[in-house]
Structures are given as C-alpha cells and as structure tokens.
C-alpha cells in the first residue's frame, strides 16, 4: 500500500513551482487530480519542439496525475469544482496573489464547502507583506531570496544557477506544509490554509550563506565560485577527455580526509608537512594544493578519480551531466531513473520518486496525463455524472 493512498487532492496548479509539489505527493501515493482549463496548463507548450504535443517541460512536472478540464471562469464549472472539494482532502494552487479570489476559488470560498479542507497555496512573496502583489518566477526568487548574490565568482555579476531551486524547492516546502496539516487534521479535525513564498524557501535555503555574514562581522556574503571559502581543497578539478563537463568535485574538511588526497594522488611523503596538514595552512597554499591535485586528476578520467578518491575516503563526485544521468548504473538501480510510456511521445525516461520508504511505498512511476484525460473518469467515478451529463457539459464549454 503507497503511503499517502487514500488521500485526495485537487490540484489546481500551473508551470513548475505547485507541480512539482503534486507530483511528489502522487508519487507517495495521492489521488491528485489536475484540474485545467480547457487549454490546458500553460506548462504544455512550453518549450515544445512538436506544435500540438505536450513539451518534455509538462512531462517532468505531472506524472501519475488524473487530468480534468473545467472552465473556472463559467459558473457551471465553479459549481463542479465546489462539489469535487467536498470530496477532497487537500486544494492546491499557485496562483498569483489575488487569482484565486477573482475565479471566486479562494480559502474562504472553498473552506464555506467543506470546513476541514487542507487549502494549500504558493505564492512568489506571500499573501502578506509589502511585496505581496508582486509577481515572481524562478529566478526573481532566487534573486530576491540570496542566492544570485552568493553564486558565481568575486570577479563576475551573480550567476544564475542551472537548476530550478526557486520552483521545486518551494513545491517541497509546501509538500511538507500539507503534509504537516494533514496529520493536524487528523488529531483535531480542522483543516486551514498553509502558505510557502517562493522568496521565504530561498531564505530557509540560505542558512550557510548567513553563516558567513556573521563570521565576517556582518558584510555580505561572498561568491567564492567552485570553492567553499576558508576550506581547502574544495574545488572543481579538471580530468582527461577535454569534455566541459569532464571535472570532478572534491571536498575535503578533515585532516584524515586529507591524508586521503595525499595517499590517492601519491604524495603520502606530504603527510605531517607543516605547510598543509592543517586546514588553515592549505588555505593559505591553495593554490599549491590546486595544481598538485590537478597534475594527478588531469592524467585520468572523471569516473576513475570517483572512485580512487571515494575508495581513499574522499568525498568526490564526478560532474554528471543530463546524458549522464539517463544513463547513470546507481541512479537505475535506484529507480532514480525510470522509463515510462507515453501516448504521444512513446518510450522516455524520466526521474523517479527520490523517497523511499521501508514499510509502505511509491507507486510505479507513470507519464503525465494527457489534457482532459481523465475528465469523464473523475466526474463518473468522484461525482457519479452519467455521460449525457458530461456530454452537454463538454458541449457547453465548460469541459
């Protein structure tokens, strides 16, 4: 049995941010049901190399989802959607600040139809504050949350990060928040609204960043580039093959861990040297330690300076790209990696759930549905519409 079966939500979420959270929580198990408008979730087109198919942009974020199409802008489809919360454990969306209400879908809107409902909602600056009308996406987050300000090197403008942080880690804050509710409600009976801001999840994501600040007296953090600042070695170092990706990551903050590096790259005679046994002293050499680190790592590839560190008690990891991973032996085995069948677009692999659990379990990873897929499914099954029913619904627009 999956750990969250039993649970429903309706998920009224759009791009990346709540997506992502509903996905993670479909993966444990959740009936999540999609609700879209009858275009479909902007996130389909995005960046679609087929005109008419859903991008590979849709397909990461909403595996294992039920989709429903539903004009929420149409008085009959603000009626279906009342009816179907009464069913439903959790609503989530992540609309701008203000949406929700004008569709007449708001908190109190949907809490007036079932008073224990768990109403769950993302949103760029949060519903209060200065900022609240202000509209964000990834990378406005990241930058109003710290973390343009700390990546990148001292030379260069803040740097923008290839992954989404901003998006999916503000959709894992907010799975906890419900999840967090949901066991509340479960020993009180109420249900409530649970907010996470895009900005407030960077901040939470900042805590070393502030680290610094105080140990510098209160100046900003600094952007060390691939270094950890005041710990040597941790860098970036480059390997055979010429490839920009061909550079492993090695971090070593303890004198045995250093002792390691030196008996992995065969300078054991450095070991006790005053110049670098201790931390301070490398740091103070670090450019020394760079290049005799480098000399060894550049005569060998990614993959073997892996695990020759690894074995040694390093920890090291080769820099892996996205063919990389598709391809990764740990990521499969883990089911990290996964292919799944899709209608349109036929055999891809995907990521997986990145939980797991010893006494209950995921379920198997499936594609994102289709647009309105499920609709004549949910309305049959959730609200025991006969098919004339949904036929003059769908003929009327509001499917």
Request: overall charge negative; hydrophobic content about 35%.
């Amino acid at each position: 049995m999956a750990a969250l079966e039993g649970i429903r939500i309706l998920d009224l979420t759009q791009w990346e941010a709540g997506t992502s959270c509903t996905q993670l929580l479909a993966w444990l198990g959740a009936d999540v049901i999609k609700v879209e408008p009858p275009g479909g979730d902007p996130g389909r087109a995005m960046i679609s190399e087929l005109p008419g198919k859903d991008g590979f942009y849709f397909l990461m974020f909403n595996a294992n989802k039920r989709s429903l199409t539903l004009d929420l802008k149409q008085p009959k489809g603000r009626e279906l959607l009342l009816e179907l919360v009464t069913k439903c454990d959790v609503v989530a969306e992540n609309f701008a600040e203000g949406v929700a209400d004008k569709l007449e879908v708001g908190y109190e809107t949907l809490r007036a139809a079932k008073p224990d409902l768990i109403y769950a909602a993302i949103r760029g600056y949060g519903s209060t504050g200065p900022y609240k009308d202000y509209k964000s996406f990834d990378m406005v987050a990241q930058a109003m949350g710290g973390v343009l300000s700390v990546n990148g090197t001292p030379e260069t403008p803040p740097l923008r990060p290839g992954y989404t942080f901003a998006d999916s880690g503000t959709g894992v804050h907010l799975g906890i928040a419900i999840l967090a509710a949901y066991i509340e409600r479960e020993r009180t009976g109420k249900g409530q609204y649970v907010e996470v801001s895009m900005q407030d999840a960077m901040v939470n994501f900042g805590r070393s960043a502030f680290v610094a600040h105080y140990l510098t007296g209160g100046m900003p953090a600094m952007r060390f580039g691939n270094r950890v600042g005041l710990v040597s070695p941790t860098d970036l170092y480059p390997c055979t093959g010429g490839g920009p990706n061909d550079y492993v990551y090695i971090m070593c903050t303890t004198k045995r861990m250093w002792h390691g590096v030196l008996e992995c790259i065969g300078r054991k005679e450095l070991i006790g040297d005053d110049r670098y046994e201790e931390q301070a002293e490398r740091n103070n050499h670090w450019d020394e330690v760079t290049e005799m680190i480098s000399q060894w790592t550049e005569a060998r590839d990614k993959y073997e300076v892996m695990r020759s560190m690894s074995d040694n008690g390093v920890p090291c990891g080769a820099v892996l790209d996205s063919a990389d991973l598709f391809k990764d032996p740990h990521l499969r085995a883990r089911d990290m990696i996964v292919s799944v069948e899709h209608p349109d677009r036929g055999s891809i692999d995907v990521p997986g759930c990145p939980i797991k659990m010893g006494n209950a379990h995921a379920v198997d990873v499936g594609p994102a549905p289709l647009l309105g897929q499920h609709s004549d499914q949910v309305l049959t099954e959730i609200l025991g519409l006969g098919s004339e029913d949904i036929e003059a619904l769908r003929s009327e627009g509001v499917l």
